[in-house]
T-cell receptor, first 111, second 110 residues
Framework: DAMVIQNPRYQVTQFGKPVTLSCSQTLNHNVMYWYQQKSSQAPKLLFHYYDKDFNNEADTPDNFQSRRPNTSFCFLDIRSPGLGDAAMYLC??????????FGPGTRLTVL | GQNIDQPTEMTATEGAIVQINCTYQTSGFNGLFWYQQHAGEAPTFLSYNVLDGLEEKGRFSSFLSRSKGYSYLLLKELQMKDSASYLCAVSPNAGNMLTFGGGTRLMVKP
């Protein structure tokens, strides 16, 4: 089945220790998104790629970076995680239409 | 800016009908989405409205009034598994971006 895959599902890191979250898709969608979602809050868009074009939201901290080496994969790098970065990180994709398909998310814990 | 409002929490009884409202004020409008999100899981797509009126899909229906900046999600014959958060999201332009509301946590009781 075509899908959006995120690994790992749960990630624990230490304060200040770089961490990378990964997302892959088999939908062949040209747009990929990274959202941060904290408990009981709406998903907050961090950035997105339209093909290889990177688009950063204005209020996304510099601590967050992203890479998209090819159509299928997209990575979220957190250079120096703080306690406030503990959240669920959602990857989503979309094609020609607006509907976004979400992966299962990675729950990040910062110790 | 973009502003999307929906109630924070609702409670309903198994077998009943519940309506979750969403109002929006956005710089543009290119469609409104409803997503369901169970605790600790990813949002899953429920419905999409771009024209005024009602879209029905099984037990779930979604209504849109663009002139009023208003939508609702109607859930019929509620089941315990419908306990989840329901997210209203608006696409403000022809691109693929979505702006999400804070979500409505629905609790279905026996």
């Amino acid at each position: 089945d075509a899908m959006v895959i995120q690994n790992p599902r749960y990630q624990v890191t230490q304060f200040g220790k770089p961490v990378t979250l990964s997302c892959s898709q088999t939908l062949n969608h040209n747009v990929m998104y990274w959202y941060q979602q904290k408990s009981s809050q709406a998903p907050k868009l961090l950035f997105h790629y339209y093909d290889k074009d990177f688009n950063n939201e204005a209020d996304t901290p510099d601590n967050f970076q992203s890479r998209r080496p090819n159509t299928s994969f997209c990575f979220l790098d957190i250079r120096s995680p703080g306690l406030g970065d503990a959240a669920m990180y959602l990857c989503a994709t979309s094609g020609d239409y607006n509907e976004q398909f979400f992966g299962p998310g990675t729950r990040l814990t910062v110790l | 800016g973009q502003n999307i409002d929906q109630p924070t929490e609702m409670t309903a009884t198994e077998g009943a009908i519940v309506q979750i409202n969403c109002t929006y004020q956005t710089s543009g409008f290119n469609g409104l989405f409803w997503y369901q999100q169970h605790a600790g899981e990813a949002p899953t797509f429920l419905s999409y409205n771009v024209l005024d009126g009602l879209e029905e899909k099984g037990r779930f229906s979604s209504f849109l009034s663009r002139s009023k900046g208003y939508s609702y999600l109607l859930l019929k014959e509620l089941q315990m598994k419908d306990s989840a958060s329901y997210l209203c999201a608006v696409s403000p332009n022809a691109g693929n971006m979505l702006t999400f509301g804070g979500g409505t946590r629905l609790m279905v009781k026996p």
